[in-house]
């Protein structure tokens, strides 16, 4: 999905970063993209976010390109330019898919013309030529709030068991509901209280109390409140993620753990829940079982999500199997030849294996700083220890004056410096 429950995080722009790159290798890249934009306007906002952000942004454009797509062979035009127009939001530059964009927009044509309202059969008493106040005009649309658009907007892009319970709870629950996408918690908790008055046993209202909750920080509160959403609708998944995510990153990983192992054991083909759960028994140093949950998580995802594999990556090499983790890398790099995310532990691997590994480490290194420019002198300083580790000294210094005319603070000046004198080239 193009948007999901959280805009951002009231946390420090490091930790909006760190959210957003978690969010990222989830595959939520909506929500990936507002905690990053989030950290890059910040006045402490971390070094080289402009390439995950531009990541974020492809991501989402090849997502609503897909849908468009879909869209129009479906014979729905107008939904069709909809997500259009969300690619053009999101920007285009690659090619691939300025390409897809123009064919679609071409194949959709222009939007044909309204057709001219016709004229009151009888006039008005007035004889005024047009509808007195006291006549509502039968063809004239009821104007809705600014929040209805938007509610309507945020509700297609959610998963079908949210919006089962997310629609038709009334007006104060829409403009409680957009204020909570927006991230604007104190806005949204008068508006759902009043939802909760109209509709106390709604689960979309304590599910949105729920996630209120976890936007503050509050998760106890927000455990219960999704609990009680889940008696009322037991399948909905999302609720449980995002309870997983929020008890993670506020420093709960076994509750999230033993909350997830819980589902599993209702709905075992829950596959983004095996996938939380991988990264969980990763981060608790369990490469084993984390390639369990990791190998459930893979059969019953998508084949073209990432994640999976790269999380694999990860536990392969924590047990020592840098031939197989490579293998992952390569399966999901043979899908996403761009992923700085798979590129970066590859490079790692290969300049760990030393020798003529080191060698195809510094041309992995040369392509993501290709890739993502912003970051370039962190990966010339990967490339300058591969050139150190294959015995070639004099490009290594090349690169390593090269990295240093490029550094932006001074936390990557101290990297450079430990680097170099590492080297000692």
């Not at 999101?90 to 964009?101: I, N, P, Q, S, T």
């Not at 629609?167 to 957009?178: C, H, N, S, T």
């Not at 959403?229 to 909905?236: F, G, I, T, Y």
């Amino acid at each position: 999905m193009a948007f999901g429950w959280f805009r951002k995080r009231k946390t420090g722009a490091e930790g909006l970063a760190e959210t957003g790159r978690k969010l990222a290798r989830q595959g939520r890249w909506g929500e990936a993209l507002s905690h990053l934009e989030a950290a890059a306007q910040a006045p402490d906002a971390p070094p080289g976010l402009e390439g995950e952000i531009r990541e974020c942004r492809r991501a989402l454009a090849a997502l609503n390109l897909d849908e468009a797509e879909a869209c129009l062979n479906a014979g729905d035009p107008e939904r069709a330019r909809e997500h259009l127009a969300l690619v053009r939001e999101f920007g285009l530059d690659e090619a691939e898919l300025v390409a897809r964009a123009q064919d679609l927009e071409a194949r959709l044509g222009p939007r044909p013309e309204a057709e001219p309202r016709p004229q009151p059969r009888f006039a008005s008493p007035c004889a005024c030529g047009a509808p007195c106040a006291s006549e509502p005009d039968p063809h004239e649309a009821v104007e809705s709030g600014p929040d209805a658009d938007l509610f309507e907007f945020y509700l297609d892009a959610l998963e079908p068991s949210e919006r089962a319970v997310l629609d038709g709870l009334g007006e104060a629950f829409r403009v409680g509901f957009v204020a909570l996408q927006q991230g604007e918690a104190d806005e949204a908790r008068p508006w759902l209280e009043r939802a909760e008055a109209e509709h106390p046993d709604a689960p979309g209202v304590q599910y949105a109390f729920g996630i209120l909750h976890l936007l503050t920080g509050e998760l106890e509160a927000a455990e219960d409140r999704i609990r009680r959403a889940l008696e009322a609708a037991p399948d909905l998944a999302p609720a449980v993620h995002h309870l997983a995510d929020g008890l993670r990153d506020g420093g709960r990983p076994e509750r999230a753990a033993e909350l997830l192992e819980a589902w599993l054991a209702e709905h075992p083909g829950d596959g983004a829940a095996w996938l939380r759960l991988g990264a969980l028994r990763l981060d608790a140093g369990d490469p084993a079982a984390a390639l369990e949950a990791l190998d459930r998580a893979q059969a019953a995802l998508p084949e073209d999500r990432p994640e999976p594999q790269l999380l694999r990556a990860r536990a392969l090499e924590a047990t020592g199997r840098t031939d197989d983790a490579l293998a992952a890398l390569r399966e999901v790099l043979a899908r996403r030849p761009d992923l700085v995310e798979a590129l970066v532990p590859m490079g790692r691997i290969l300049l760990g294996k030393g020798g003529a590994h080191a060698e195809r480490a510094a041309e992995v290194f040369k392509r993501c700083a290709r890739v993502d420019p912003e970051r370039g002198w962190w990966y010339l300083l990967r490339v300058a220890e591969a050139y150190h580790a294959r015995g070639w000294n004099r490009e290594a210094r090349e690169v390593l004056d090269l990295a240093g005319g490029q550094l932006p603070d001074e936390a990557a000046r101290t990297e450079w410096d430990r680097v170099a004198q590492a080297l000692a080239v």
